[in-house]
């Protein structure tokens, strides 16, 4: 494990292990990840913003739609 790390990561996988990468992160209590990426689905990013000052590491989960092309969807999975 790396300490002493601050900034941001970007973890690019194949769609269909994204959600149990996820899954494995330590999130806050009651976060909510989709247990599936639709195939089709190539205009989000998910977030993990780990929480300051928690007694464990915690992370806060949160999804970004990219709208960069059109037919992109504004919505989260």
Do not use: C, K, N
């Not at 009651?30 to 089709?40: L, Y």
């Not at 205009?43 to 806060?60: E, R």
């Amino acid at each position: 494990m790396v300490t002493g790390y601050s900034g941001v990561v970007l973890i690019r996988w194949e769609h269909d292990h994204i959600p149990a990468l996820a899954s494995s992160l330590p999130t806050a209590p009651g976060t909510a990840i989709p247990s599936q990426w639709p195939g089709d689905r190539f205009d989000v990013i998910w977030t993990f913003t780990l929480v300051p000052g928690a007694a464990t590491t915690q992370y806060t989960f949160g999804q970004v739609p990219q709208q960069l092309l059109s037919g992109d969807s504004d919505t989260v999975i």
